[in-house]
């Protein structure tokens, strides 16, 4: 580890810089450096007032054992945004972007006590379910189909045309989608992620999911939604509605840049050219290093209480950065250790991701199979040049040019599949013939 003064600097071109104002998690430069940021911020100690957003304050906890304190604790912290005191008082602005991610919504994420333990309870035992192999099957196809769009090329911007889609492609799949359906789902939920008219995407995404609960209710099959809806909890058509937006769009955010952040180390680090675990070693590292969610995890105190050595009023919007507290000295110990998956990038406590080793999975086979097929892949661009999408919560690569031999797409015969049943044609309607949205082109090609 470098040497380091104890003096604080604020990171180059921070807004904070001698003002004494909250120090700032969005914009260009944030996005660029984070971890200087963090290392600024754990000057004030355990916790640090940060502005999240324009107007946007919180208080962001930086150290580990401050962190797993407030995860575990739900007596004196509480997840429902309906707590937040200054959107109750009218501070935060409407149209701020940090609103689709925190406002209140009927799910298991944003529920505390009995309320917050049924609907857990359904999501856990409905993803329990899902079969590994044909996870792997389902993910496999849909890395060969996304592969075969550019493999001819020679180029490909790894986010953009892979690891962006692939999550989406794979889920619409676990929750069986058909094809008009799963065409809106991924409208909708491209949009939300990109911040695009994200009210119009939101929009369609949630009309999308009702029409396929509706689906599933007349002709259940073996898939998510039909699980989920099967379950002994009994869930609403409203709480079906929030658990299976919440998977979709709260899983793949994550998944996404957690695929193209793990490529993107295999891209510019030597030293897993030669690793046996070459794929296993790069996602733990990426883990701790730079998570794909790096300041999430929202809470509210209860009461007025002193946490972290601070003073913290009933309602105020705490976050935790799981990315500080995964780089910071305690856990930098526990690492060298060899507790290589002490980290906190899945969360902990009873709100902890509920699919994890369902996105390891996903990660590890998507990025193994690409390696097999583009085995000489490399970046195309200098590193240096790469730019990281701003805001607050996530960490991800705008884009992530690559260059490779180029091969040709697998033909695939027609397939069954993945629970061993004939494929689900695309939805036609008369002389249209096949439709041409992004999952359904994925269902013609399954059915070639």
Known sequence: MDDRSTAPVPPPGCPAHGSGARVPLHGPEFAADPQSYYDYLRHYGPTAPVEIAPGVEATLVTDYATALHLLQDSTSFRKDSRRWRDLNEGRIPADSPILPV??????????????????????????ARVDTRKLSQSTERVAE?????????GSVDLLGDYAKQLPLFVFNELFGCPAEIGDRVLFGATGLFDGINAEKAAE????????????????????????????????????????????????????RNLIGNTLHRLLTHDAY?????????????????????????AHFPATDMEFGGEKVRAGDLMLVSFAAANTGPALSTARQAGSNRAHLAWSAGPHACPSKETARQITVTAIEHLLNRLPDVELAVPED????????FNRGLATLPARFTPVQPVRRPAAPSARGEQVQQPAQTGARGERTGLWSSFLNWLAK
Request: aromatic share 6%.
């Open 102 to 127: 925190l406002a209140y919504r009927q799910n298991c994420m944003f529920t505390d006590g009995a309320e917050h333990l049924r609907l857990r309870q359904a999501v856990t035992d409905t993803m």
């Open 145 to 153: 189909y996304l592969i075969g769009q550019f493999s001819q090329r």
């Open 204 to 255: 369609v995404m949630y009309t999308a999911i009702g029409e396929l609960i509706a689906l599933k209710r007349a002709r259940p099959g073996e898939d998510i939604t039909s699980w989920l809806m099967q379950h002994q909890s009994d869930l609403t058509n409203e709480e079906m509605v929030h658990q299976i937006a919440l998977l979709l769009v709260g899983g793949n955010e994550p998944l």
């Open 273 to 297: 050219a030669n690793a046996g675990g070459l794929i296993d070693d790069a996602i733990d590292d990426t883990l701790w290093e730079n998570p794909p969610m790096q300041n999430l995890g």
């Open 385 to 392: 040049i790469l730019t990281w999408r701003p805001g607050p």
